[in-house]
C-alpha cells in the first residue's frame, strides 16, 4: 500500500470480521504506515487500536506482534508528551503482550529496562529495582553477555545509590565475571565496575581493599601486564584462574557459550 485510499480499502473490508481480527489487522496498518512514514495514518491507527482493544477488554484481544508494536509505541508517544501515568500504563500493557502472549521476552525485558529508568527519574526506587531484576532474570535466560553485563551494573548502580553496598558490590563482582570470562582480564569494560566496586569496599571502612583495587585498575589502564602479578587483588576478584591475563580455554569456551545464548552457570576452574 503506498497512498491512503489504499488503506481506506483494507478498512472498509475489517466490517465483517470479529474484533479480535479487527484489531490485529488496523495494529498491521499501524506499522505499515509507519515504515511507509505516515505520520497522520500513524497516529490514526493507533488510536483506532487502543479503541477496539478497550472494547475488548484490554489483554483479552488476540494479542500479536503488531499489537504489542503498537501499545509499545503509544507509550513512548505518551512519555514524549509528559503523560507519564498513561504511558507507564501502556508500556506495561506492552510488556505483558511482548512476555506472556507474543513470546518476545527479549523485547520485554527491554522495555523493563525503560520503564525501570523512567520510574527512577520519578524516585520510584522500589519499583525500579523489581523492574530491572525481572530484567536480569529474563537476560539471564534468553540474551548474550552483553545485556547481562548491563542488567548487573545497572542494578549495582542502583543499590549503591541507594547505600547497600554489600548487595551492590556482589552484583558489580558478578558483572565482572561475565565480563572477564567474555573480553579477558585487560579489556576496557571492566575497567568503570572495579572502580564503582572498589567505591563499595571503602564505603564500607574497607581502605586497604580500595587501594588494591585501585592499583590494580590503575595498572590494567596503563597496560601493565608484568605488574598484574604482583598486584592482582586475587581475593577480591571473581574466583578463576587466568594464565598471563589470558583466559583459559575451557573459561573461553563459556564465554562463546554465553555470548551465543543463554548465559550458564561458570564452571569451576581448573586448578594447576
Partial sequence: MSTASDFRIVIATLTNQTPESIVRQLAALARSAAEKCCVPLVEYFLDLVVEHVNKLGGVSCGVNA???WVFENLALRAIEAGRLEEGESLLRQ??????DRHSDPARA??????????????GRLADDEDLRRQALEIDETVAGVVECVKDLSALADLLRQEQRYPEAEELYKQALELTFLAWGERDSRSFDLIDYYASCRIRQGNEQDWRDLASYRAALARGDHGALYAIRPTHLLPHFKCNDGVLLRDQLRQAQEKTSGKVATPAEPRHH
Fill in 94 to 99: 506492552a510488556i505483558t503482550f511482548y512476555n
Fill in 66 to 68: 503488531d499489537v504489542a
Fill in 109 to 122: 525485558a527491554s522495555l523493563m529496562r525503560e520503564l525501570a529508568t523512567l520510574l527512577e527519574k520519578q
